[in-house]
């Protein structure tokens, strides 16, 4: 089944220590999203890459950065976690914009 | 600021009653919505989406659009336990966009 996929679901790290979470899908979708989710709030959306242009929110901490080695491959690094990034961090697709968007499961972030 | 909202809930429902979920969107310019399913800790479920105005039916989901008064809604027929989630309604506000709403967490009563 062609999917979005999520490593690693759940991700412990030290205040301070970087971080990778990766995501990668099978849609061969063009448009990969990075967003943040606390509890009981909307998706924040970070950046998104159409193919390999990336679009950065005004509100994203430069603390967060975006790669796209390729078009299935999207990975989040997080140079320096705060407590404040504790949170969930959706990988999304889509084949088109505006066009319906596909979530992959997560990654759990906790920050100790 | 582009705005979706919605009732945060909780909207509770008895089983086999018919769940309805509203949402209304500040930008005109929005073209595409979308409802998602969120159970909690896991990640949002495309249920639905509509890009005209009317009705749109997949099995026992109904999406309605009315652009003219910027509200989406969305209808679960026979309401079920396992339909217990947080409901996300977003809308897509054009550069590869789509602004959600915080959900509404329904609670569908055994």
């Known amino acids: 089944d062609a999917m979005v996929i999520q490593n690693p679901r759940y991700q412990v790290t030290q205040f301070g220590k970087p971080v990778t979470l990766s995501c990668s899908q099978t849609?061969?979708?063009?448009?990969m999203y990075w967003y943040q989710q606390k509890s009981s709030q909307a998706p924040k959306l970070l950046f998104h890459?159409?193919?390999?242009?990336?679009?950065n929110e005004a509100d994203t901490p430069d603390n967060f950065q975006s790669r796209r080695p390729n078009t299935s491959f999207c990975f989040l690094d997080i140079r320096s976690p705060g407590l404040g990034d504790a949170a969930m961090y959706l990988c999304?697709?889509?084949?088109?914009?505006?066009?319906?968007?596909?979530f992959g499961p997560g990654t759990r972030l906790t920050v100790t | 600021q582009k705005e979706v909202e919605q009732n945060s809930g909780p909207l509770s429902v008895p089983e086999g009653a018919i769940a309805s979920l509203n949402c209304t969107y500040s930008?005109?310019?929005?073209?595409?919505f979308f409802w998602y399913r969120q159970y909690s800790g896991k990640s949002p479920e495309l249920i639905m989406s509509?890009?005209?105005?009317g009705d749109k039916e997949d099995g026992r989901f109904t999406a309605q659009l009315n652009k003219a008064s910027q509200y989406v809604s969305l209808l679960i027929r026979d309401s079920q336990p396992s339909d217990s989630a947080t409901y996300l309604c977003?809308?897509?506000?054009?550069?590869?966009?789509?602004?959600f709403g915080t959900g509404t967490r329904l609670k569908v009563l055994a």
């Open positions: 999304a697709t889509s084949s088109t914009s505006g066009g319906e968007q596909y």
């Open positions: 849609l061969n979708h063009n448009v």
């Open positions: 890459y159409y193919d390999k242009d990336f679009n």
């Open positions: 930008d005109r310019g929005s073209q595409s």
């Open positions: 509509i890009y005209s105005n």
């Open positions: 977003a809308g897509f506000s054009g550069t590869y966009k789509y602004i």
